[in-house]
């Protein structure tokens, strides 16, 4: 690699892929040797990267965070994911819309046309009227989950306090996920509703959050159930094609058994719930099971039978 300027990026780039790196190590991968290791440090120095110099039998090097961001490197998959975390931010309601925004136009201005076509190629657009989150709001309760420290706030008239744990999203929305120490039991707080109270509490220990893991909790608060599986699931064939089907049947498994025929197995919080979201199909079916279901879909015939005769 003998043209200077390339490399020193080589070297930027290799810097910014792992903490330390041996001098021996980094004169090797460049093939120069460790002399010319040393003079190329010092004019990214020089540049503004703050790169300091690791002491021991072998030495080495580690680009530490600076009191100023300078340039940074990127390949092209790195580029390509930044592009596309900020307009997915853009849309995020975590009240950094506008930077975002900008710093979007930033990365894609620099970016050659090949990669501006994949990032121009994605779209996303918000949908429905989910309040934004305070980016403050977000930044404190993000604090008191740092430092495990008991969160104090106003949630619509009730003063409340919780441990704090995850911040979530979910259908455009933030939600911290923690223990309340009032009712001893992991709830979920709309982040939009929060008015954190200074200082925070105590520290806390951290709990195991049930389910093992935060989707798995947060899928199961929202399907009405303490497990991430439906409380009910059924299975049907519905006269009608897969592929529309598919189209909303949510989490279902659909499967094709013909042109205009398909099996779908579905869950939901309620057997009649379940009935229910299976009609909104407008299509003949057939209920393999369980005898659950079955009834629920009696119980709806009658409801719905004395409801249009009522209405007559």
């Given at each position: ?43 990214l ?7 300091r ?11 530490d ?15 390509v ?39 121009d ?23 008191a ?28 929305r ?25 200082p ?19 899928t ?30 949510g ?5 094709a ?24 199909f407008d299509a ?29």
């Amino acid at each position: 690699m003998g043209h200077p300027s390339a490399r020193l990026l080589a070297l930027l780039s290799l810097l910014q892929a792992r903490r330390d790196w041996a001098g021996e190590a980094l004169a090797t991968r460049l093939a120069v040797s460790p002399r010319t290791v040393r003079r190329d440090v010092d004019r990214l120095r020089e540049l503004g990267y703050p790169i300091r110099a690791i002491k021991g039998p072998d030495g080495g090097y580690r680009l530490d965070a600076g009191t100023q961001l300078p340039p940074l490197l990127f390949d092209d998959e790195q580029a390509v994911a930044l592009a596309v975390a900020l307009r997915i931010a853009v849309t995020s309601g975590a009240g950094i819309e506008e930077a975002a925004a900008r710093a979007l136009t930033t990365v894609r201005q620099v970016m050659p046309a090949r990669l501006r076509h994949r990032i121009d190629a994605l779209e996303l657009t918000a949908v429905g009227d989910a309040p934004q989150a305070d980016t403050a709001v977000l930044l404190a309760v993000a604090a008191a989950i740092r430092a495990e420290e008991i969160l104090r706030f106003d949630y619509g008239e009730a003063v409340r306090r919780a441990e704090p744990h995850h911040l979530v999203t979910r259908r455009g929305r933030w939600y911290l996920v923690g223990w309340d120490t009032d009712r001893d039991d992991w709830r979920t707080f709309r982040v939009d509703r929060i008015v954190p109270r200074i200082p925070t509490g105590p520290r806390f220990a951290r709990r195991e959050i049930p389910g093992g893991d935060v989707a798995t909790f947060i899928t199961a608060r929202f399907r009405g159930s303490d497990t991430p599986e439906w409380p009910c699931r059924g299975e049907v064939v519905l006269a009608a094609p897969a592929e529309t089907v598919a189209l909303f049947a949510g989490d279902g498994v659909v499967e094709a058994l013909g042109p205009d025929r398909c099996r779908l197995v579905a869950g939901s919080w309620s057997w009649i719930g379940l009935a229910a979201s299976l009609g909104r199909f407008d299509a003949d079916l057939e209920v393999i099971g369980p005898v659950e279901l079955r009834r629920a879909f009696a119980t709806l015939a009658r409801r719905y039978d004395a409801a249009a005769l009522r209405s007559g």
